[in-house]
């Protein structure tokens, strides 16, 4: 008897022919769960795996909290679309997980990624660059004083006339009234517009 509990304790114990070995070590497994994560980042996919009741089985439910991993900075290096690892935390509350089952809620979070993709740039600006130094108010006591308002004064602070030789704000080399035709788009529209509805 004592044999056949030795012999039940040797096949318990994983010997080297009975271990797992990935071909590849771990590569494939690892590009497929990047691109899960990855795609986690598109609400609509989002929408989908609730509208398909993914959400509803608790292996799914613990892949998502497995995939976590990927907030790490070992692997957060290797992401694409930082929004997905926003939306994995977000997935694991599950009133969260029952509201992206909505058409109007998968537009909300799908409007708010695209107005924080337009304005991420000039809000980020505003914390990193340093604010210039408030002006400083000259105190009245500082000020110089004002000469009384007589004929002189106003002679001396009134400018002097423009000579002729001044240059003209038109572009050199166009004589006025150009027979070049203009390159604006705007105007072209507007004027087929309102010929179309003078033939008329």
């Not at 096949?11 to 590849?24: L, R």
Request: include cysteine; proline fraction near 11%.
């Amino acid at each position: 008897m004592a044999s056949t509990k030795e012999s039940d304790n040797a096949s318990d114990t994983p010997s080297p022919k009975n271990v797992y070995k990935d071909p590849d070590d771990g590569r494939q497994r690892f590009l497929l769960e990047l691109e899960f994560v990855q795609c986690l980042a598109n609400p609509t996919y989002i929408h989908y795996l609730a509208q398909n009741r993914y959400f509803e089985d608790e292996a799914f439910i613990g892949y998502l909290k497995y995939l976590q991993y990927w907030q790490r900075p070992e692997y957060i290096k290797f992401i694409m679309y930082p929004h997905c690892l926003y939306f994995l935390e977000l997935l694991q509350n599950a009133n969260f997980r029952n509201a992206m089952a909505h058409p109007a809620n998968k537009e909300v979070a799908h409007r708010q990624q695209f107005f924080f993709w337009k304005n991420y740039r000039n809000n980020r600006l505003k914390f990193i660059l340093p604010k210039p130094p408030p002006e400083e108010v000259p105190t009245p006591a500082a000020a110089p004083p004002q000469l009384p308002l007589s004929a002189s004064n106003i002679a001396m602070t009134t400018a002097p006339p423009a000579s002729a030789s001044a240059p003209s704000p038109r572009p050199y080399g166009l004589p006025s009234g150009s027979a070049l035709a203009k390159n604006d788009m705007r105007n072209s529209g507007i004027d087929r517009r309102k010929r179309k509805h003078e033939r008329v």
